[in-house]
Antibody
């Protein structure tokens, strides 16, 4: 059974940093791209970014709203993906979902339950 | 960036009704469109991929169609468990973008 479980969320002050982790199991993690998607309170879904797999050199891409502040990485040996968030703003407050991006990122077929990040003073 | 406009933003329907939700992209996305269902307090769930393919385990009352810039999600006979918010998502180009969502409620 495929499982994705996020951890590391919480309350942080504006300008602060937070690192989310996502532990994956039940599939060959190293084969897949992994993405992060977020959802602000009462709002829709927003793609945050992606880390590709080893054959694609672990390249990353980001939404414009987080580029330069957020970094996505992965550790295939630990079947985990990470989201390092720096220079956090109040508008980054959201539930952050770890997502398996199946078939070279063409669809999000498995989602974690989400991790709440609140940026507030 | 490709904009995806979803309509309506909300609808109210009765059990057994046929429900239709549309997404319009700002450019031709060549069937590169997925549909997701999100129930309250839960993570989204993939329903339809590549515009018209039913994800494994999804009831056959859900279907997707469309081409070019215009796509449709249809629920042929609304069931109480279909109460949720539905999102479309394009993957023709990065950044991946979602429609604004359609909240489906029971009349």
């Amino acid at each position: 059974e495929v499982q994705l479980v996020e951890s590391g969320g919480g309350l942080v002050q504006p300008g602060g940093s937070l690192r989310l982790s996502c532990a994956a199991s039940g599939f060959t993690f190293s084969d897949h791209y992994m993405d992060w998607v977020r959802q602000a309170p009462g709002k829709g879904l927003e793609w945050v970014g992606r880390v590709r797999n080893r054959p694609n050199s672990y390249t990353t891409q980001y939404a414009a709203s987080v580029r330069g502040r957020f970094t996505i990485s992965r550790d295939d040996s630990k079947t985990s993906v990470f989201l390092q968030m720096n220079s956090l703003k109040t508008e980054d407050t959201a539930v952050y979902y770890c997502v398996r991006a199946y078939s070279f990122g063409y669809r999000f077929d498995y989602w974690g339950p989400g991790s709440q990040v609140t940026v507030s003073s | 960036d490709i904009q995806v406009t979803q309509s309506p933003s909300s609808l109210s329907a009765s059990v057994g009704d046929r429900v239709t939700i549309t997404c319009q992209a700002s450019q031709d996305i060549t069937n590169c469109l997925n549909w997701y269902q999100q129930k309250s307090g839960k993570a989204p769930k993939l329903l339809i991929y590549d515009a018209s393919n039913l994800e494994t385990g999804v009831p056959s009352r859900f279907s997707g169609s469309g081409s070019g810039t215009d796509y449709t999600l249809t629920i042929s006979s609304l069931q109480p468990e279909d109460i949720a918010t539905y999102y479309c998502q394009q993957y023709e180009n990065l950044p991946l973008t979602f429609g604004g969502g359609t909240k489906v409620e029971l009349k």
